[in-house]
């Protein structure tokens, strides 16, 4: 991948709240990683991890593949554009991201780890 870190003085910041969101991941994150951490795709994933200026839930850095897990509020308007802007600067860097939402990590675990293998096929 063909990406740079944030900057110095952002990287700082960047690197307590990445510390902080992984002493405090969502439900719905704590169980996809739980799950992340034994799938056998050949591939070891990151959490809670800095590219450029953001940080993604996470990541497979040597296949390119970002996963993230979307609360509620990814539904409002505002949240919505901002993620778009952030998904294109990811693309840009090489990146490949994958969205699922709380519920289907919860309540349809099997189907989000099929459609995380068959990234890898």
Sequence with gaps: MDYRSASPDRYALLKDFARENRRNMTLAESV?????????????????????????????????LVIEVDGGY?????????????????????????????????????NVLSQIESYFK
Excluded: C, K, P
């Excluded at 992340?36 to 390119?64: A, P």
């Excluded at 993620?83 to 490949?96: I, K």
């Design 74 to 110: 990814h539904a409002e308007r505002q949240q919505q554009e901002d993620d778009a802007v952030r998904e294109q600067a990811l693309e840009r860097m090489g990146f490949h991201i994958m969205r699922f939402s709380n519920e289907e990590v919860l309540y349809d675990t099997q």
């Design 32 to 64: 996809l990683w739980e799950e992340l951490r034994t799938l056998d795709v050949g591939t070891r994933f990151n959490r809670q991890y800095i590219i450029g200026d953001y940080i993604v839930d996470f990541v497979s850095q040597r296949e390119g």
